[in-house]
């Protein structure tokens, strides 16, 4: 039945043309933004797992900068450990030249005395913004080194304690005295115990130093594998993107001509009355 107050088709037209129109806008948001996910509206579920990741990045982005932090005062520490070893090392054949006889062991002594001041000057400098792993004010360091989410949601803080090596209470130079042969000969197992201590106490901090270096770099792939994630869930795929827009526009210039089409029917009607 044909009508002239109710045109079926011109309103199938305009609904198609409507739905062509809105899905064209959408593809244009989804160029324009580079992303097909960009509010809420356009897929809750995806867009609320996408910003439960994107704050999970933001917490591992802290977290990389607690470890480059932390390690940066492990390298300090270490660097002054390993320097005061090598100064041991110089202090022992020292002392093992004043147990000899007919030496000079008051120069000796003069030498020894300023090893001991050159490490005592290091173990109070190696500090790396107010921490300090080699005396006992400094105290241990803990690293803040993960963030871990459980299968519920729940978020948990991992950290990596640095236990601090306190060569000022652990060196203890008081034993080392080089002023006469006998003094130097009982002073070389002492000497042993101190670089033994030293050693450990620089291997000590390597370890943990690479322990933390490891968790950074760790972090990082970490980090860049949920970016990638986050990606692929929210942004545009652009090639899919442009197939899509020249099909759409398309399709709009014949919604319009079809509207056109079905808006020229009632006027058909007048060839009944002629």
């Known amino acids: 039945m044909s009508s002239i107050l109710t045109n079926n088709g011109a309103m199938v037209a305009l609904q198609t043309l409507k739905s062509i129109n809105s899905n064209l806008t959408d593809t244009q948001n989804a160029i324009s933004t580079g992303k097909e996910v960009a509010t809420a509206k356009d897929n809750s579920a995806i867009w609320a797992i ?6 999970d990045v933001s917490g591992f982005k802290a977290v990389s900068e607690s470890l480059s932090l932390g390690g940066s005062t492990v390298a300090v520490a270490s660097a002054g450990a ?3 070893t090598d100064l ?11 147990t000899g006889e007919n030496v000079d062991n008051g120069k000796i002594n003069t030498d020894v005395q300023a090893i001991k001041d050159q490490i005592t000057d290091i173990i109070e ?10 005396n006992t004010a400094g105290g241990d360091i803990t690293v803040l080194s993960s963030l871990n989410r459980d299968a519920a949601g729940t978020v948990t803080a991992d950290n990596i304690t640095v236990a601090s090596v306190d060569f000022e209470a652990n060196l203890d130079l008081t034993g080392i005295d080089v002023t ?6 009982g002073s070389l197992a002492n000497m042993e115990a101190l670089i033994q201590a030293a050693v450990n106490g620089a291997s000590a901090l390597g370890a943990s130093a690479k322990r933390i270096s490891d968790q950074n770099d760790f972090v990082s792939k970490v980090t860049d594998a ?4 986050i990606g692929s869930l929210v942004d545009t ?5 442009s ?11 014949l919604g319009v001509q079809a509207l056109s089409i079905a808006n020229q029917a009632p006027q058909a009607l007048m060839q009944l009355f002629r």
Request: aromatic content about 2%; cysteine-free.
């Open 226 to 229: 949920m970016k990638t994630g």
């Open 88 to 98: 041991l090392k110089e202090m022992k054949e020292k002392v093992v030249a004043a």
């Open 50 to 55: 996408s910003k439960v990741m994107e704050s």
């Open 237 to 241: 795929d652009m090639e899919e993107s």
């Open 243 to 253: 197939a899509r827009l020249k099909a759409l526009q398309t399709q709009q210039q």
């Open 180 to 185: 006469t042969s006998a003094n130097a000969d």
């Open 82 to 84: 390993e320097q005061i």
């Open 125 to 134: 400098g190696s500090q790396f913004n107010g921490s300090n792993l080699l």
